[in-house]
């Protein structure tokens, strides 16, 4: 079961940063989870709502600015300086010389152009630790035909019932489930179907304590060193 930290280490730092992933990986996370949009000159940056207004009260939209203007936009932060978005390249080549595993969430909806972009950006790296997710079947399908060699994983929150029906429709390899509306049964029982389960966002001490007893095969979490000191105590 692998602890992987969720837009980086952001209990303790602001999201989807490069600082959150250093962090992250400094406090021992075994995955970093992080999301794509992009740019309106065709950058992949790494930010997770389609606007800047709650990280940094700007008005603008991702897709409508271009990456130099993005990249000057400073962000909330609980760290000590002011952050900036970082594009997904940077991420990969922090990560490149490490074990962990990659979840790069897809949250754009773009007819296809991110999915194109991020496929021939991947070519540059292995990709065996890497795993591509979304809310948006069509995008995990549209991975899947492009990269065949890519793992997917299908999001959801709420409830699906008997969510492995829809892997030949969308070709996922595995699913990503919210802690509120999943229990170790049903995860279990998705497991049962030959399907990977991690579940999100789980946070509170005795939610982590839960999913350590089962067997799903990653924890998403902000709290990083609160999930490891739990998982090493287990």
Known sequence: MKIIAHRGYRAKYTENTMTAFRKAIQYGAE??????HLS????????????????????????????NAIRKIKLYSKAVRKESVPK?????????????????????VTDGILEEKLTHLLKNYETSRIVISSFHPETILKM???????????????YIDQPWLLKERYLFD?????????????????????????????????DLKYWLESDVDAIITDEVELALKLKKEK
């Open 31 to 36: 995955g970093i989870e992080l999301d794509i």
């Open 40 to 67: 309106s000159d065709g950058e992949i940056v790494v930010f997770h709502d389609d606007h800047f207004k709650r990280m940094a009260g700007h008005a603008g939209f991702v897709h409508e600015m271009d990456y």
């Open 174 to 206: 595995a699913i990503h489930t919210d802690t509120n509306y999943t229990s170790r049964e049903y995860a279990a029982l998705i497991q049962s179907h030959g399907i990977p389960v991690r579940i999100y966002t789980v946070n509170k001490e005795r």
């Open 144 to 158: 899947k035909q492009l990269a065949p060699e890519i793992e997917t994983a299908l999001l959801y929150t709420k």
């Open 88 to 108: 997904l390249v940077e991420v990969l080549e922090l990560l490149k010389e490490t074990s962990l595993l990659l979840n790069i969430e897809i949250k754009a």
